[in-house]
C-alpha cells in the first residue's frame, strides 16, 4: 500500500462559510484577497478571474482594507502569500494548511496569534475533508 498523495488539480479551495463567518463576526473583512469570482467572501476580492484586470495579481498590488481576509493557494507559491501578508502590515487572517516544519511559518507565523483547527476542513462543495490539519494565522499590524 503506497501512502503517496497526489497533487490537488486546483489551487481554487473555497473557504467554508461557517468558517469564514465565524472569523468575520470577529473581524468585519473588507478583503478576500486570493478569490475567484465563484468563491470570494468579501465585496472587495482580488483573483485571477475579477473583472477589473488591476485586480487580477494580488501578490503584485497593494492590499487595502482595515481587514483582510486571505484563504490563499497551498501549492508551491504559499510562501509568496504569507510573506505577503506579512509585509502588508495590515491585519490579515488567514486560512492555512498546518505546516509548521516550513521556512515560511517559522519566518512569518510562529510569532503571529495561531489558531489550530480541530478536525480537518471540508472546502468548499468538497465531498471528503482536506487530508491534512488547518491553522488560522492572524497578523497584526506591526
Request: with cysteine; glycine share 4%; aromatic share 14%.
Amino acid at each position: 500500500m503506497s501512502s503517496y498523495m497526489p497533487a490537488a488539480l486546483t489551487d481554487d479551495w473555497a473557504t467554508p462559510w461557517p468558517l469564514f463567518d465565524y472569523w468575520n463576526s470577529l473581524y468585519n473583512f473588507d478583503l478576500d484577497a486570493a478569490a475567484s469570482s465563484s468563491n470570494h467572501k468579501c465585496v472587495n476580492w482580488y483573483g485571477l478571474d475579477h473583472p477589473d484586470i488591476t485586480k487580477q495579481d494580488s501578490l503584485a498590488i497593494k492590499w487595502v482594507g482595515n481587514a483582510v481576509w486571505l484563504n490563499p493557494p497551498y501549492g508551491r507559491v504559499l510562501n509568496q502569500w504569507v510573506k505577503k501578508a506579512y509585509d502588508s502590515n495590515l491585519l490579515v487572517v488567514m486560512l492555512l494548511p498546518a505546516r509548521t516544519d516550513t521556512r515560511w511559518f517559522h519566518s512569518y507565523c510562529i510569532n503571529q496569534e495561531i489558531t489550530f483547527i480541530k478536525g480537518r476542513v471540508k472546502f468548499g462543495e468538497g465531498k471528503a475533508s482536506a487530508p491534512f490539519p488547518s491553522i488560522i494565522v492572524v497578523m497584526r499590524p506591526r
